[in-house]
């Protein structure tokens, strides 16, 4: 394993549930923007419309396990409310995807981009950066 992946292993292996949810928002994020960045270069060039076309299933599965994993038990109307948006900002991948609308893709970006930060204030709220020190000197 590189550096890099024992770090991202050690990285998710230790990380509190809400982080896990961050780290996925960040891989989605990072998924459209690779996925817009194939656009601009042409998606006349077949590796531009592969690479499009991966990171955008990449950022729908991630949105599926997202919405997979809400418990509507505990979660009631923000688990619906997120069940909602997730279920659009699907759908708008698919639209785009077919489209190559970097618009629409840019919107998605920045919606997700709204959705990490909240939960990062939600991480924040639970898990106090003292809480986090002290477990990590045990």
Do not use: F, H
Request: glycine share 2%; charged share 35%; with cysteine.
């Amino acid at each position: 394993m590189s550096p890099a992946e024992v770090y991202l292993q050690n990285l998710v292996e230790n990380a509190n549930p809400i982080r896990l949810v961050i780290l996925l928002y960040d891989k989605a994020i990072l998924c459209i923007e690779e996925a817009m960045d194939a656009i601009q270069r042409g998606v006349d060039k077949i590796e531009n419309l592969k690479t499009k076309a991966e990171n955008l299933t990449r950022a729908v599965d991630i949105l599926i396990v997202l919405r997979s994993s809400l418990d509507t038990e505990k979660g009631k109307d923000i688990s619906k409310n997120l069940d909602e948006i997730y279920e659009v900002l699907i759908d708008e991948i698919v639209r785009a995807n077919m489209k190559n609308d970097l618009e629409t893709l840019s919107k998605v970006k920045e919606i997700l981009e709204d959705l990490r930060s909240a939960w990062e204030e939600a991480e924040k709220k639970v898990y106090p950066k003292e809480e986090v020190a002290k477990r990590s000197d045990e």
